[in-house]
DNA sequence: CTGAAAGCGCTTACAG
DNA sequence: CTGAAAGCGCTTACAG
């Protein structure tokens, strides 16, 4: 016959500590979130609550209260397999490491459909800013956000139909320098491996490619250039597939880290007299004398971290558009011109 | 004299929906949320009126009014810069896409202090289920937790001081194979390089090693076992340094993947006559005919993500513990031993 | 230095 | 099929 005692349904409240300490609500947040003008014999007394009843306040409810602002940023990655996105990823971590920002990261594969999916759901999250590395190529509907003053920041690829800021790749410089470096060695026949067209970036370095080639007066082959090489098995096949052509291309250049990985284990295998440089640095790149057209994933990712903390704190204004550069590091034994 | 319009604070609310529809905010609600019992008509009244203010729910709102339960998952790494850490969280990604659930992620360098800070973060989100590769070695602090129901998952190493799943590698039958093998083809003196003996993983499969090499008769050299070994750079350095003794060993095994990373480009630079085994496959691994103790840490992360769903589906009950196999993969012309 | 009341934007538990 | 009231756990805006 004696009342069932119930478990303990949830976490202890703040209400549950003011109780325990013979305090209001409002002294205990007082003494709890550090703020001034309570008695020291007060505070020890919440404290000492707190601490006996394992109080741990509640974000949720701190935040709902204060506000649209969170405390957690969102980034819209493709995926975390590839060592791009997760050293981009990287990168905005550190960031944000010392202002008790938390992290929340979605991966989209690169399809627009998903994007919307997560973006939406991190903005019913209320995050602080949003990163992201677009997939989708309309982004109106972000514009209602844009207004409410979150911070949005582009990744990799530019906005198009939405006001944002963006930290890019100067894509050209890079590729242009390789491809002069090559020509001015006498190459003439240069294959290209690139990613979707749908991609910006390989759209873009792609565009950089022929034009370098055609301003060293060597016509691009359109042969030569493969397109819609998305993963490391296909650009090794693409660059086997190149190499046993009759009229086989003196050097490769594969213009994103994936691609470079896949071309190198076929040029590696096969050792033919092919000439190689890859977008994009990589684990014993330069052990293995490889060229590289070198950027820094963390250096992009940390920038749009820094570019989130100004917005918090100094609101909104004209988007910024920063361009990170790129540049040929030559590696090799001088046998083979650039690889 | 005409009163200042205020710019619209934040985002509309069900309420603002509700009134512009003509309808109560639960009305509004059952619509909103395609729950029965809400006319055709009104539902259509709602969902136009959603449209023009371009609603979106407020999740922390939502959570809040329903208890504990968030739709977010926090996941505890190193840093995502290492790729055992990204694909661990690629792993945990892929299994939760399907689930509404939301990934926060935060890494702690492998600093028990650090821990505790992103940890305390995520309850106070009360995310939904906690995964972490641990680095603290007493979680005391998370019993409550635990006792509340929140489900808890060790990943790479266990768990020491609280109850909780696990998903570990069987790290001794990989490298028992690999000390098998290489001693077999006649190797005595085998180097062993290893991380931080702080580190569970390090130290499991340092005992491994030196148990192998007993059993095959082989007493163990202690001055060939190098610990602390934490990065690429001093991996690669250790390296030399083995290559360098008036007796330098005949073989050498790399306890993890960023220390095979910096032995191989050791190795590959200087191409001594030694034997090669490294922890943890990576890229270009197989095309270098470079052999590795496999093991797929997105499996882990797969895994952690499936017992984390079962847990929310079921309860709790008794702890779960994997054990994920490793094994050896031979590669190389058979001019080396194992490499 | 302290506290009572109201409210953040939803959902719950009812009542009709 | 619809709605009014109360409440999730905090903070805000006051009042003392």
Request: overall charge negative; aromatic content about 4%; charged content about 25%.
């Amino acid at each position: 016959m004696t009342a069932e005692i119930p478990p303990r349904q949830g976490h202890t409240t703040l209400q549950d500590v003011a109780r325990l300490a013979g305090v209001s609500a409002k002294t205990a947040a007082r003494a709890i979130n550090g703020e001034s003008n309570v008695r020291a014999e007060t505070r020890e007394r919440v404290f000492t609550a707190a601490a006996a009843l394992r109080f741990r306040p509640n974000r949720l409810a701190r935040e709902l209260r204060q506000g649209a602002r969170t405390g957690a940023v969102g980034l819209v990655i493709g995926n975390l397999d590839n060592p791009f996105y997760s050293q981009l990823a990287a990168g905005v971590d550190h960031a944000l490491r010392e202002h008790d920002l938390e992290l929340i990261i979605a991966s989209t594969d690169d399809e627009p459909e998903r994007e919307r999916v997560v973006v939406q759901a991190m903005l019913e999250r209320r995050v602080t800013a949003l990163m992201l590395v677009p997939s989708a190529t309309d982004h109106s509907y972000l514009e209602g956000e844009r207004q409410l003053g979150l911070p949005i920041i582009f990744l990799d690829r530019p906005p198009v139909t939405v006001v944002a800021d963006s930290v890019l790749w100067d894509n050209h410089s890079g590729v242009r320098e390789a491809i002069h470096e090559l020509t001015t060695r006498g190459h003439r026949r240069i294959a290209a491996l690139a990613d979707s067209p749908e991609l910006f970036t390989a759209t873009e370095r792609l565009t950089a490619f022929r034009e370098a080639l055609t301003e060293a007066g060597a016509e691009p082959d359109e042969a030569l250039i493969v397109a819609r090489v998305h993963d490391v098995p296909s650009a090794a096949s693409a660059t086997a597939d190149l190499l046993a052509r009759d009229d086989p291309p003196t050097a490769i250049i594969a213009l994103n880290n994936r691609i470079s990985v896949g071309a190198v284990s076929t040029l590696l295998r096969d050792d033919p007299a092919c000439a190689f440089v890859g977008f994009d640095d990589f684990d014993l790149g330069e052990t293995l004398g490889i060229s590289v057209i070198a950027n820094d994933p963390r250096e992009m990712g940390n920038h749009a971290g820094q570019i989130a903390l100004r917005r918090l704190k100094d609101g909104t204004g004209a988007p910024e558009r920063i361009s990170l550069p790129t540049r040929l590091v030559q590696r090799g034994s001088g046998e083979r011109p650039v690889s």
